[in-house]
């Protein structure tokens, strides 16, 4: 029996007992033009009928608190360079920006979600753009007033997105866009997504600016220099809309749509900043450990030169990082160092490579893990082949062994020590 026939069963038995079959209770219609004037909103036409947005400025006549001169900076020097740089890209036969001002087309993305976990269950209730216009800041803001209108939501994103050519996120290539291509194919819509560039300012941001900051909330105290006021945490966002789903007072919603608006603004002002480091080049860092991240970038881009400028700062800024100094400086040069030699021997600088590959492990202590058993292969290579010295290869292929930990490397370490040994043996005999 199929579970249409079942059905049919279950209806027959209702009606010949005179009981009325449950219905699942209906949703109570949304009034879209309170629910939009409540949240400082209004209706605005989309591909699938009208749909509640909520517009907001920054800067200009409409204040720029808390990012003072900031926004306007970070305004003036965003330029497709930089954005090149922060997408990884800018190789041979990228096609290039359609527009002479990069900041035409860029598109600032963040969402508001019922929950982190995904699943067809769980939608966007606020889908948040945010766009540079002059030295001021326009964030437009989609919200989603009940789960039967998710197909107009979307429709009125995808032809928001149909205009832009790069996309900016904060941590978006792990959520916010394979999220948003889930809620479209669920949907049975085309995503617009794929065409477009995409910067996850995340990994740029850590580089540039350290790991420890943690996310958006930690960026605007320790690089925007500001704390939120007020602000609704991240934890308490869902529960806001599953209270206007059962309440119908969308005011709650009012922080969460404030809340929106200061990532993507934040958003915007640090892709400035990261955009001016990027133009201005390793002179223009602060740190040893921004000047490594940003040489980073740079690599990533293709950008050689610029790259090993960075690291050599890196390096010269790191110069007295011995035993004694702090775990983090030995690190940031280890790495500094690591990254020039591997340049070096791409480029057939081969003594320039060992030279970095010495300074790497007489540092004086072994923070460097992959680093240091690196340089000590490669010093064992460079002695054996290049230096023809076999007795400084078995040196380093000696202390290469004790350091290694997977039984591949051991095995060929094992190897060069025979070969290094039986060689030494037969030029005494």
Known sequence: MTDLSRLRDVLRGAKRSGATPMLAPQTPS????????????????????????????CGGDAGDAPYGDQLGAASSTISAAGLRALCGSGHEGEPPWSDSDPRSGLLFFDLETTGLS??????????????????????????LPSFATERRLLAAVTAAVSRAHT?????????????????????????????????????????????????LGGLEHRVLGFRRDDDVPGFEIPARYFDYLRSGNPRPLRGVLAHNQLDLVSLGVLTGMACDLVDRGALATGSARQSLGL???????????????????????????????????????????????????????????????????????????????????????????????????????????????????????????????????????
């Not at 009034?31 to 400025?57: I, K, M, N, Q």
């Not at 560039?197 to 350290?210: C, E, F, I, N």
């Not at 007295?320 to 070096?344: F, P, Q, W």
Request: positive net charge; hydrophobic residues 40%; contains cysteine.
């Open 30 to 57: 949304v009034d879209l033009e309170a629910f939009a004037a409540v949240l400082g909103g209004a209706l605005e036409d989309g591909p699938s009928g009208p749909c509640p947005v909520v517009r907001w400025w």
């Open 118 to 143: 995904g699943g067809s269950g769980t939608v966007a209730f606020v889908v948040g753009f945010g766009c540079f216009v002059g030295s001021r800041f326009h964030v437009w803001q989609f919200v």
């Open 167 to 215: 996309l900016v996120t904060f941590n978006g290539k792990s959520f916010d866009v394979p999220f948003m291509e889930m809620r479209w194919l669920y949907q049975r819509l085309e995503t617009p997504l794929p065409a477009l560039r995409h910067v996850d300012l995340l990994h740029p941001a850590r580089r540039l600016w350290g790991p420890e900051t943690g996310g």
């Open 295 to 429: 040489g980073r970038l740079y690599a990533r881009g293709g950008r050689e030169a610029e790259a090993l400028g960075c690291y050599e700062r890196a390096v010269a800024l790191t110069s007295g990082a011995r035993r004694t100094s702090k775990v983090d400086a030995v690190a940031v040069r280890a790495e500094a160092l690591y990254r020039l030699a591997l340049a070096c021997r791409r480029q057939r600088r081969h003594s320039d490579a060992a030279r970095y590959w010495q300074t790497l492990i007489d540092l004086g202590r072994r923070p460097t893990g992959v680093f240091e058993r690196e340089a000590l292969r490669a010093l064992a290579v460079h002695h054996e082949h290049r230096l023809k010295d076999p007795e400084g290869a078995l040196t380093f292929a000696r202390r290469a062994y004790t350091v290694e930990y997977t039984a591949g490397r051991r095995r060929e370490v094992q190897r060069r020590l025979t070969r290094l040994e039986r060689r030494l043996a037969n030029e005494t005999n």
